[in-house]
């Protein structure tokens, strides 16, 4: 059977020139960190196949868009299909193939850098091995085509910034793909999200941890243990945080007194809102309110 590294209708890719990587990119302090070597795009790549037994030494991200494939990272096998992600750390044993009957159309790209190690660990660690999978955003495809077509005009110092700063929001629309997605129409969303809808907009009252998981129809225990998990923070602190953020907004572009602000934010002592409010910024309400001039 017919197997082909490239050559298919309609590919794309750019390979940056060796000397361009350890010149530029390994020299310019802002992309250093993480930085693109080769990216591409193979649409419908029927027969496609890579195998590497010792690894490359750069690290590989392939989305794939439609149709189905396989892969293997140091001896696992995963088998993927319409928007579904590998993630081949660098120096890791891996060989990958399209499907033979629904050819996958796939996005690729490889990358370096200290930081980049560190994100390839915090992809790993999220979702439990190399592969994961994402909800389609358009905006996942426009940030890869930005990059690509940055590098595509050449090596300039703005083209290498540009498409290497981009590589950062990109990976990042596949470790946090809920904030990722959050300007994109959603038919649907989960209790956390129901419940940070919830407190923006209701800032200006006082709910309790009963109330706040009332509204989303879970028990309190559940509710601060969900909450928790994925933000970090129990449902009460992030409220706090919340209310800290629109005092902020009103302390910079009003007139609004401190008690007004605090009565605005749902809370009824004055000192016990500054209190809250310094513990969070680091400084009292009205030293804050001096940066506008600022």
Request: hydrophobic letters at 35%; proline letters at 4%; glycine letters at 8%.
């Amino acid at each position: 059977m017919i197997r082909k590294k490239e050559g298919f209708d309609g590919q794309r890719a750019v390979v940056l020139p060796r000397k361009i990587i350890a010149g530029p990119c390994a020299a310019d302090p802002l992309v250093n960190g993480l930085y693109i070597t080769d990216i591409g795009y193979y649409p419908k790549a029927r027969y496609h196949f890579r195998q590497r037994n010792n690894g490359v030494d750069q690290h590989i991200l392939i989305y794939c868009r439609e149709g189905r494939g396989t892969a293997t990272v140091d001896g696992r096998e995963y088998a993927l299909g319409p928007d579904d992600f590998i993630l081949i750390p660098a120096g890791s044993a891996h060989h990958y193939a399209s499907d033979d009957a629904d050819a996958w159309t796939i996005y690729w790209v490889h990358f370096k850098g200290p930081r980049a190690t560190d994100a390839v660990s915090a992809l790993t660690r999220r979702f439990g091995g190399h592969m994961g999978r994402v909800t389609f955003q358009q905006k996942r495809l426009a940030l890869f085509e930005d990059m690509y077509a940055s590098l595509e005009r050449g090596y300039g110092s703005d083209n290498l910034g540009y498409a290497n700063m981009c590589l950062w929001h990109y990976l990042s629309g596949f470790l946090y793909e809920e904030p990722f997605s959050l300007s994109e129409n959603r038919t649907s969303r989960d209790a956390v999200e129901q419940s940070i809808s919830h407190m923006r907009e209701n800032l200006s009252a006082t709910l309790t941890l009963a109330d706040l998981a009332g509204a989303v129809n879970l028990s309190a225990s559940h509710y601060s243990a969900v909450f928790r998990k994925r933000t970090g923070y129990s449902p009460l602190e992030y409220f706090h945080h919340l209310k800290v953020q629109k005092a902020c907004q009103y302390l910079l572009f009003t007139d609004m007194r401190i008690k007004e602000i605090a009565w605005a934010v749902g809370v009824e002592d004055p000192y016990y809102f500054s209190r809250m409010f310094s513990k969070l910024m680091g400084v009292a309400p009205q030293q804050y309110r001096l940066r506008r001039g600022g």
